[in-house]
């Protein structure tokens, strides 16, 4: 179905039909759910805070060593940027994985090779984000302590992430 097929169906509804559809929506779908209810109530910290809080868990579970699914952080970043929150918030919330990572890889030594992969994917997504809404400045700090924490890693991570840094970091 494309947009124009949904925008004919919901033209043909009442006002009622369409509460209806949006509430059967709201009920079906946790995505739905989640940005009705954002949409009604917006809050960009309490959701920055709530995405946070899920990576953290990867990285730093209260109890045990963390899992480290970036797969679950990339969703995470994925879900709170749907809801078109603050550009800062948002580039924090891309910079945070990268910056769990290499807290985890200054701490523990040598990781596995898919690990750096994905702190550097990553980073770059990060970096990309920070220097298209040009908050290079506001980050600065943050980006340089990550490159810092990686310099005790193996698998030429420290080189990729200068790399990194050096290509997708535009302060123009």
Known sequence: MSKTEVKKYIKSLDR???EQLVLDL???????????????HPNDNAKYEQYKEIITKEF??????????FSVCKKAVK???SLDPDPVLLCDLMLYIPECASKVANSWGDLWESFYDSA??????????ISKQGLQSHFQKRVDKIIA???SSGYGFPDIMEDAYA??????
Not at 120 to 129: D, G, M, R, S
Not at 167 to 172: A, G, M, P, S, T
Request: charge should be neutral; proline fraction near 2%.
């Open 60 to 69: 730093f579970p209260k109890r045990g060593d963390g899992k480290m699914r």
């Open 149 to 151: 924490n990686c310099q």
């Open 79 to 81: 879900d709170f940027k």
């Open 26 to 40: 709201y009920t079906a779908r946790k995505e739905a759910k989640e940005f009705l209810d954002y949409a009604v």
């Open 120 to 129: 550097y994917t990553n980073f770059v997504n990060a970096l990309k984000e």
């Open 16 to 18: 009622q039909g369409l």
């Open 167 to 172: 290509e997708y970091w535009n302060e123009d």
